[in-house]
């Protein structure tokens, strides 16, 4: 504890000295707007909620140029959301220890929930969308195993659309053109329809037609993209009664993320597991253009989402009853060449692992719940039941060119989950500023899986497993006054086991992996000071992880999932908001991460590897940010903003074989806008500094050294309206 505070007060210190200094010297503008969250399921004010949260307004989104939820992590610390090579659909995601790196497949499940109109999103596919018309996110960090159960392992990731309303209409348009010949556009109108109804309807598209890598083998740019979104709202209010029901579809079609070639001086990495490989010494295999690939392979990323929800919520004296069902239907394809092919001789090229991939599930879930307040309203309870259903399909056809093998046969796998749960949570108040909750969550995960590895093999697997766990959770919480609120907590959190999907060895195809569980501990302050012109949270955690499950990259070519062993990750996070003088908006955010494995077991590759760090956790992560707003007339407006993401050194796997050094990403924006925010031209740029990042990568022989970047720098002109 004594390294909790000793950072948190250096962290506070250097964070909050240089806003202090200018909110000091305000004048008698408003303060800071007030956020209103859902991260407990019921509306309450973002400084009055006892849980580490990143909340983001649609005006935040905009300024940081959040467009895609993979752009998140920008503001979150601690988050990571890194790009997949085989699809730009979908991402890496790690938080607070839990990690999961191959989201690509049917039997993989994140381990911070994804929800977008509190609907969970069971697939991580189709996960990456752009985000157009949102109201508000929220970013939950540490286990949330009570209220929202299933695979919130390390927190939870809630998208908040716009919801119409009977007594207020807009509409909202924007067109942009940018860089890699980009058009991007959307159009957003809502209002009152009828009597007590509202509705609206936004449509999202965006074309890049020129890629950013060049492809030696085809002769041509990849990494073009196409993404479309369509979302249709009614929303119905009359008294107790509220209705809101929504349909929206999102297609993506895209060249898939393409690995770089790139070369290690000397080159030990693929010789054996015992060096550490740093991303940073990565030199470009041709030349100096660190964006360059070598495999005949067309690769490609083709997804497809349907969702429909509809939320019915009805007020009885002081108890509301509301249900709240979802159904989500994915498509997937991705071709592409795990380590970016290989020149075998001049001008003769070969794909080293060629895989390509069909996938499609369903999913229906169902919520049932009850809130309300007792006791002269000193307890606040919710009680609910919880009901998913998935069923899945996934086909592989693998090349292994490398070998000089010919095509594999179909490897066709089908999954069915199904997931029950009840849960209650209250919210006592002992006094008028302490309370005490206590809560806890039952879930049963019952999971089938089959596997075909078609003629000449003829293998079949079939595994059936159930998984239990009671994820309990104690807090407590003190208003010093109406500005200061102090908590503490301890939760559980459970990620259920599963099955290996993506490896046609029968030897790895049959194994099954444990549940991960999590004991957290987090204590907490939320502040905020002069006038509400200076917001600053803290949080402090430590999550005992038991049974931890990791992917790995093995020589032999296979890569099974399997539990590792036991691990601890302690850290430190501080969030910062000020408006120091009228027109100008500063955010900064730090976040200290210490994770190491207790024990690992001797059969783990991790073990053998020597491993030390758990994969995707960062020592550090910092963000800064700054919006400022000068009026040039009567009806004219300048903006300005800039925003800073640096993430520390983090290992890329479990082996701990790649440490992806640490960067710094830069954007911002320049606009003049109407007094009246009516019109907005706005010209924004994203990695200002042209940094070359990698942020995952394969150095495992016999694969070829080959690493996945970000984009270099963009830019993009938008023309926005908004009445």
């Not at 286990?143 to 939870?156: C, D, K």
């Not at 002069?530 to 955690?541: E, I, K, P, V």
């Amino acid at each position: 504890m004594r390294h909790f505070a000793r950072l948190l007060l250096g962290c506070s210190v250097f964070v909050a000295t240089p806003l202090l200094a200018q909110v000091q010297s305000a004048g008698s503008d408003s303060g800071l707007e007030e956020i209103i969250v859902t991260a407990q399921r019921t509306q309450s004010k973002l400084q009055e909620t006892p849980i580490a949260i990143t909340a983001l307004t649609a005006g935040a989104i905009a300024d940081q140029q959040i467009l895609s939820t993979q752009d998140i992590a920008k503001a979150v610390p601690g988050l990571t959301l890194n790009p997949v090579t085989a699809n730009p659909s979908t991402f890496q995601i790690g938080l607070r220890g839990g990690s999961e790196q191959t989201s690509g497949l049917i039997v993989s499940e994140p381990v911070v929930g994804i929800y977008v109109d509190d609907v969970y999103r069971g697939r991580m596919q189709g996960s990456n969308f752009q985000l157009s018309d949102i109201e508000r996110i929220e970013v939950l960090r540490g286990p949330q195993g009570t209220l929202y159960g299933r695979n919130t392992f390390s927190g939870a990731l809630k998208v908040v659309t716009r919801t119409p309303g009977a007594a207020d209409s807009w509409v909202k348009a924007s067109v942009g053109y940018g860089s890699f010949d980009e058009f991007r556009g959307d159009a957003s109108i809502g209002g009152p329809v009828a009597e007590n109804l509202g509705a609206s309807v936004s449509l999202f598209y965006r074309d890049q037609s020129d890629g950013w890598i060049f492809n030696r083998a085809l002769n041509r740019d990849v990494g073009r993209e196409r993404n479309f979104a369509g979302r249709a709202k009614l929303a119905y209010d009359n008294g107790p009664l509220r209705v809101t029901g929504s349909v929206s579809y999102t297609d993506d079609d895209n060249d898939g993320y393409i690995p770089v070639n790139v070369q290690f001086v000397p080159d030990a990495a693929r010789i054996n597991y015992a060096t550490r490989v740093f991303s940073s010494d990565a030199q470009p295999a041709f030349g100096t253009n660190p964006y360059i690939v070598s495999t005949p392979t067309v690769s490609r990323g083709a997804t497809s989402v349907f969702t429909a929800t509809l939320d019915i919520a009805y007020d009885v004296g002081a108890t509301t009853f509301r249900s709240i069902t979802g159904y989500v239907d994915v498509k997937d394809l991705f071709r592409w060449d795990i380590t970016g092919g290989l020149e075998v001789a001049p001008g003769s090229f070969i794909s080293t692992f060629d895989r390509l991939s069909t996938s499609d599930a369903s999913q229906w879930s169902q919520e049932l719940q009850a809130t309300g307040t007792a006791l002269d309203d000193r307890l606040t309870w919710l009680a609910g039941v919880y009901y998913f259903r998935e069923t899945g399909r996934q086909d592989f056809v693998d090349t292994l060119g490398l070998f000089g093998l010919p095509t594999f046969p179909l490897f066709d796998q089908n999954t069915r989950t199904t997931s029950w749960a009840g849960f209650v949570q209250g919210t006592f108040a002992l006094t008028e500023k302490t309370s005490l909750t206590l809560g806890g969550r039952y879930t049963t995960d019952k999971k089938d899986f089959d596997a075909v590895i078609a003629a000449p093999s003829n293998i079949a697997v079939t595994l059936g497993e159930t998984f239990n766990a009671f994820t309990p959770k104690f807090g407590i919480e003190h208003k010093f006054n109406d500005d200061v609120l102090a908590y503490a907590s301890v939760s559980r959190g459970f990620k259920a086991g599963g099955f290996n999907g993506l490896s046609r060895d029968p030897r790895v195809l049959a194994l099954t992996y444990r549940p991960q569980t999590v004991w957290a501990y987090e204590a907490g302050l939320k502040s905020e000071l002069f006038d509400r012109r200076l917001r600053a949270n803290f949080a402090a955690f430590i999550n005992d992880i038991t049974d931890l499950q990791q992917t790995v990259t093995r020589p032999d070519g296979t890569f099974p999932q399997e539990n590792v062993g036991d691990a601890r990750v302690w850290g430190i996070e501080a969030e910062f908001s000020a408006r120091p003088v009228p027109g100008l908006d500063l955010s900064a955010s730090v976040s200290y991460n210490n994770g190491a494995f207790k024990r690992l077991i001797p059969t783990s590759d991790a073990f053998l590897a020597g491993a030390k760090g758990l994969p995707l956790v960062s020592e550090w992560t910092a963000r800064m940010g700054a919006v400022y707003e000068q009026p040039l007339s009567d009806r004219m407006k300048a903006r300005i903003g800039a925003n800073m993401a640096y993430t520390g050194d983090f290992f890329a796997n479990v082996t701990n074989v790649l440490v992806i050094s640490g960067y710094t990403r830069v954007d911002g924006f320049v606009a003049l806008a109407t007094s009246d925010d009516k019109w907005e031209l706005n010209l924004s740029g994203q990695n200002l500094t042209d940094a070359t990042t990698y942020v995952s990568g394969i150095v495992s022989a016999p694969f070829p050294t080959a690493l996945t970047p970000l984009r270099p720098r963009t830019w993009m002109l938008q023309l926005k309206y908004n009445y």
